[in-house]
């Protein structure tokens, strides 16, 4: 039963989505506090769901499926209502379409590699990418709801300084894959 409980995790931050999604459509502060509430929530499993993993070394081939998934399928999710709801300015649009081509690009090169049986770990630098890109979302979460400081425009440079992570390790992940497209089948 205990080997369940991260897959569940996962699937529980997959279903957190729906959730979030449906902020957006209420007016009020409070509509996106409770968006960042459920946010964290989603950042918890998503911390949760490994940490258990390896603790009682139970990671499975469903968890290594839907895990990346799961966290793709967030930040996707959030950056497009973000955008269509008109929570940040239009030249922060482009951030968020760097960060969905690199999670994109990425996934499509581990598939790839995994048909090889190629691994490509995880950075340091993507991990920082990542953890400055969940910060920023969740203070463009909350945006104008914050008044004592400005918050919509400190999410948005965070966005911007994650994009530019996001750039330069899809770029080290390319390189990493590189050599393996290119040999002949």
Same mark, same amino acid.
Request: glycine fraction near 8%; charge should be negative.
């Given at each position: 039963?205990?080997?369940?409980?991260?897959?569940?995790?996962?699937?529980?931050?997959?279903?957190?989505?729906?959730?979030?999604?449906?902020?957006?459509?209420?007016?009020?502060?409070?509509?996106?506090?409770?968006?960042?509430?459920?946010?964290?929530?989603?950042?918890?499993?998503?911390?949760?769901?490994?940490?258990?993993?390896?603790?009682?070394?139970?990671?499975?081939?469903?968890?290594?499926?839907?895990?990346?998934?799961?966290?793709?399928?967030?930040?996707?999710?959030?950056?497009?209502?973000?955008?269509?709801?008109?929570?940040?300015?239009?030249?922060?649009?482009?951030? *968020? @379409?760097? #960060? +969905?081509?690199?999670?994109? =690009? !990425? $996934?499509?090169?581990?598939?790839?590699?995994?048909?090889?049986?190629?691994?490509?770990?995880?950075?340091?630098?993507?991990?920082?990418?990542?953890?400055?890109?969940?910060? *920023? @979302?969740? #203070? +463009?979460?909350?945006?104008? =709801? !914050? $008044?004592?400081?400005?918050?919509?425009?400190?999410?948005?440079?965070?966005?911007?300084?994650?994009?530019?992570?996001?750039?330069?390790?899809?770029?080290?992940?390319?390189? *990493?894959?590189?050599?393996?497209?290119?040999?002949?089948?």
């Amino acid at each position: 039963m205990l080997s369940r409980i991260p897959n569940l995790l996962t699937l529980l931050r997959i279903a957190l989505i729906p959730l979030i999604v449906v902020t957006f459509y209420f007016d009020g502060n409070m509509w996106r506090w409770i968006a960042l509430g459920i946010f964290i929530a989603a950042g918890i499993t998503d911390f949760l769901d490994g940490w258990l993993a390896r603790m009682w070394d139970e990671q499975s081939n469903l968890g290594r499926f839907l895990d990346p998934i799961a966290d793709k399928l967030l930040v996707a999710a959030i950056l497009m209502m973000l955008v269509a709801k008109g929570r940040m300015s239009d030249l922060t649009v482009l951030p *968020a @379409i760097v #960060i +969905l081509c690199r999670e994109i =690009a !990425v $996934s499509g090169l581990r598939e790839f590699l995994a048909e090889l049986n190629v691994g490509v770990p995880v950075s340091r630098l993507a991990k920082w990418k990542t953890g400055i890109q969940m910060i *920023a @979302i969740g #203070i +463009l979460l909350v945006g104008d =709801a !914050v $008044s004592l400081i400005p918050a919509r425009e400190i999410g948005e440079v965070g966005l911007w300084i994650a994009a530019v992570m996001t750039l330069i390790t899809g770029w080290d992940y390319l390189q *990493a894959g590189l050599h393996h497209m290119m040999k002949d089948d």
